[in-house]
């Protein structure tokens, strides 16, 4: 394995994350918007927004991992730098990895960090399970990122492939978001959940980045 152009690799993707104006803060709008609002809508008991927060939060961060998905990839693909990285030597795989991780860091861990503010919203108790709670939807986050990354790749060539991602994505993600909003609750297979949680994650690392790289190569041939 060649480091230095998945270091570049992801170097770039950092950059690519804050490009076009608010970059990385679309999702942490989108996010904090749909937790702000669903109050307003299911209104204010707090025996009910204590029930229904952690199953909000995990669908609002769901979508909002798919508001940056779309720069991955498509970027590398008009001006020619796809064809570059599969030249270097460096597995595909890594490098895919790579890319997706760094967007993850950039957009997808200060989602994990806001949650606790907005878990409050929604009556959730001021203790430590809040940072318990911030460390799931961060390992949540990486699932729907690597996920989603796969949408990312298979769409790259395809202008404003938004849609099209969400269409791929969206179905990988529900047993992540199964987990996590059970891991959140104090029902039956709760204390499980977590580690059901950690183990689909593990799993999108583990397949996604090769996903991610056939697709690639398919999108260069």
């Not at 895919?96 to 919203?121: C, N, R, V």
């Not at 991602?165 to 104090?186: D, E, H, K, R, W």
């Amino acid at each position: 394995m060649r480091p230095a152009p998945i270091l570049s690799a992801f170097q770039q993707a950092l950059g690519e994350a804050w490009a076009g104006g608010a970059g990385a803060l679309l999702p942490l709008g989108f996010f904090a918007g749909a937790a702000v609002l669903v109050p307003l809508g299911i209104g204010t008991d707090p025996q009910t927004l204590r029930a229904v927060g952690p199953g909000i939060l995990w669908v609002a961060l769901a979508l909002s991992s798919l508001v940056t998905l779309e720069r991955i990839f498509q970027a590398d693909t008009e001006d020619g730098a796809l064809d570059l990285w599969l030249q270097t030597g460096a597995p595909a795989s890594a490098i895919a990895g790579a890319k997706t991780f760094a967007h993850w860091l950039a957009a997808g861990l200060p989602l994990a960090l806001l949650s606790p503010l907005l878990a409050l919203m929604f009556q959730a108790e001021a203790s430590a399970d809040l940072l318990r709670n911030a460390a799931l939807y961060g390992l949540g986050g990486l699932a729907f990122y690597f996920w989603g990354g796969v949408g990312a790749a298979l769409s790259a060539t395809v202008r404003r492939g938004g849609l099209l991602i969400s269409l791929i994505a969206l179905p990988l993600y529900v047993p992540t978001a199964i987990f996590g909003a059970l891991s959140m609750t104090n029902g039956p297979g709760s204390e499980s959940a977590p580690l059901f949680l950690a183990a689909s994650t593990l799993f999108a690392l583990a397949v996604a980045p090769f996903a991610m790289a056939a697709a690639l190569r398919l999108a260069a041939d």
